[in-house]
């Protein structure tokens, strides 16, 4: 009690402008207490009424100042524009956000929305704003303003010019080039964002010329039919981002849009609903949790990469499905395909012995062999050959995409593609390895009789054995290595995303200057080409890229950080062997290498898989999932046959029934797989 009396005496509604808003930010300090209570604050609220009550003298100093305040600050704004971005673009709002995180802020303001800022500070303020009930808040207005005083604030015309405000800004960002070109044509023929203003200055005048109720309800009605037209609007640029690739900034725009046609409502129910208050206390709430969210730097970035992370993973999970294997003949393909990867694989390790052979500076070694990686890898691309450890990375998100729904028999079809995915891992793990260890020893001999030396010598072999053994830091690069994986991934994802957006095949296939050089069917073909490929382009060069380089940068900074890939490991082996000559099977040094093969690879696919797993798991919106019932069904299904983890080997009755359980209301798309 003597805290709030304390507090209340301070009051004085003639103090300047600063005094008065700091009194007012250390009443709502006194409410919120010690933060961590929302029943405590609803408390200090109903104390803070009755001891007004208590002090009927306080009554004319208080309302003299909430008046002034009134009409000093500019409530309009704050209804119509707190919580938006001044500007429509991404990176200026993150960097207003970052000014207003190191700036400090003034209560000697007008804007509405600064103080807002500063009065309401704490993630709690919107908790108990919320908890606030309508006799509590009738009785906190009684104490702020006589129902009977002319001089009463002009609430109705605030809120009406906060409505304004707000479709003033739908207008004009539903006018944007890059939204209207973007809508149906039926959302184009509506005209909605048109007519908005005209809806809202007919339901301003309806209230304003006190028209009969019927009149406002219908010029309401009329304006929320307006506004559901506009959000419709908006759902038609959604349909067009999901097919033509999305754009963070257009995103941004869209999600400020939405959220101001929801303001609208908002402010119609504070205006003309049937509790007034309690609609306005839960605006108010809203708008300080939005307060917080303003604050934040990370809840921006979420926020509006959200779609581009779901986007990526789509471009990912589309590519990925070509590298399951459903069947014993995709199985044999995946192993063909694997055997030609590791092949080609061999050529990759003589070029990184060759470059390491020049002795070039750390950079500029790490940037030729990330070259000759790139090289190498996009070759096997365009031989339609497979590198192993790429495939994790993008499967992974197709699988995601089968946990949207996990009712009926949606578990099991999801075990059934573990199993598909690991078989096809298994054969592509085996096609490479199996192969580039042959095609390395090969390689070797036939240098050996040309040029009179193997890949390597004596002391790059042993250097090798080193390296590789499995009792040092290999299992800790192999996983570094899977990191590299799911980043080249995620830039391959990007890459189509931004390939897509800008329509680039489309400039390909039509552009004037392009098809007079390449004449109109080349141009038609390499349009195609490079709208199958361009993912695999991106990732295949950033990989190479990556795995070139890194190492050579986390020297420069100090980090011992190295690269481990299983295919190329298995080929630098090889060759050490090749130098050594057969006597090195006797030595354990080759038998902890050799043992290293199998680590590497498990673990390059499970970073990798697990990595692209989760975020596409989130962008999916399927982080809350019942996991322990998967992880049971996985156990299940590796006790009662375990062989089709690893082999196509299945009986009869397990293909019916994998069959029967693919219904098309769980997983359409996997029921057509299986039936093509």
């Not at 709430?285 to 959200?306: G, H, T, W």
């Not at 296939?509 to 709208?531: E, S």
Request: hydrophobic share 50%; charged share 20%.
């Amino acid at each position: 009690m003597q805290d709030i009396n304390r507090i209340l005496d301070a009051l004085d509604p003639s103090a300047p402008l600063a005094q008065r808003h700091i009194w007012l930010i250390g009443v709502l300090d006194w409410v919120r207490g010690d933060g961590r209570s929302v029943p405590a604050a609803v408390s200090r609220v109903q104390f803070l009424v009755e001891a007004l009550e208590a002090r009927p003298e306080l009554l004319p100093r208080l309302r003299a100042w909430w008046r002034t305040m009134v009409l000093t600050v500019d409530f309009s704004v704050l209804l119509g524009d707190h919580g938006f971005a001044p500007r429509t673009a991404f990176f200026s709002e993150l960097s207003e956000r970052l000014r207003r995180k190191l700036l400090p802020g003034t209560p000697e303001t007008v804007d509405a929305s600064a103080l807002f800022s500063l009065a309401f500070p704490h993630r709690l303020d919107g908790a108990w704003l919320a908890a606030l009930d309508e006799p509590l808040l009738r009785r906190l207005a009684v104490q702020l303003s006589d129902p009977d005083d002319p001089r009463k604030p002009p609430w109705q015309n605030i809120v009406l010019d906060a409505i304004t405000y707000c479709a003033g800004q739908i207008q004009a960002n539903g006018f944007a080039p890059e939204l209207r070109l973007r809508m149906g044509e039926k959302a184009r023929a509506d005209r909605a964002f048109h007519q908005l203003v005209g809806d809202v200055d007919q339901l301003a005048r309806a209230v304003r010329q006190t028209a009969s109720q019927e009149a406002v309800d219908a010029a309401a009605q009329q304006l929320r039919e307006r506004l559901e037209s506009c959000r419709q609007a908006v759902g038609d640029v959604y349909a067009h981002l999901d097919e033509n690739g999305i754009s963070v900034g257009v995103v941004f725009r869209l999600r400020q849009l939405r959220e101001r046609i929801l303001r609208v409502r908002d402010l119609l129910d504070m205006l003309l609903g049937g509790r007034p208050l309690a609609s306005g206390a839960r605006l108010i709430a809203r708008m300080a949790q939005a307060e917080q969210d303003k604050r934040s730097v990370r809840a921006l970035v979420r926020a509006n990469s959200s779609l581009l992370a779901a986007k990526v993973a789509e471009r990912s999970a589309e590519t990925g499905e070509h590298y399951i294997t459903r069947d014993a003949a995709s199985y044999l393909r995946m192993l063909r395909k694997a055997a030609g990867g590791g092949v080609l694989t061999s050529v990759t390790v003589l070029l990184k012995f060759s470059i390491v052979a020049l002795g070039l500076p750390a950079f500029w070694g790490g940037f030729w062999s990330g070259l000759a990686y790139a090289a190498s890898f996009v070759l096997i691309q365009l031989l339609h050959c497979t590198l192993a450890t790429k495939q994790p990375a993008m499967t992974a998100p197709a699988m995601a995409a089968r946990l949207k729904d996990l009712s009926g028999d949606a578990v099991v079809c999801f075990v059934d593609e573990i199993t598909h995915l690991t078989r096809s891992q298994v054969a592509a793990v085996l096609g490479n390895v199996l192969l580039v260890v042959p095609a390395v020893l090969g390689l070797s001999l036939l240098m050996q009789r040309a040029l009179g030396h193997p890949m390597i010598d004596a002391a790059g072999a042993h250097y090798v054995l080193h390296a590789l053994d499995l009792r040092g830091p290999t299992a800790l690069y192999a996983a570094f290595t899977g990191v590299l994986l799911f980043a080249a991934s995620i830039v391959a994802g990007w890459v189509e995303n931004w390939f897509v957006l800008h329509r680039l095949d489309s400039a390909l296939r039509y552009n004037p200057r392009i098809t007079r050089v390449l004449g109109v069917q080349r141009a038609a073909r390499w349009a195609g080409f490079m709208r199958e490929n361009v993912s695999g382009f991106a990732s295949n060069i950033s990989l190479g890229l990556m795995l070139g380089l890194v190492p050579a940068f986390a020297a420069f900074f100090g980090l011992a950080l190295d690269v481990r890939h299983v295919t190329l490991s298995a080929g630098q082996l090889a060759a050490a062997v090749a130098a050594l000559g057969w006597e090195v099977l006797r030595q354990p040094a080759f038998w902890w290498c050799a043992a290293a093969i199998p680590a590497i690879g498990a673990l390059n696919l499970a970073v990798s898989f697990y990595l692209a797993f989760r975020v596409a798991a989130r962008a999916h919106n399927v982080s809350g999932v019942d996991r322990a019932r998967i992880y049971a069904a996985i156990r299940s299904r590796l006790r009662r046959r375990p062989l089709q983890f690893f082999l196509p080997l299945r009986s009869a009755t397990a293909a019916a029934h994998d069959d029967a359980t693919r219904r098309p209301g769980n997983d359409a798309g996997i029921a057509e797989l299986v039936e093509r």
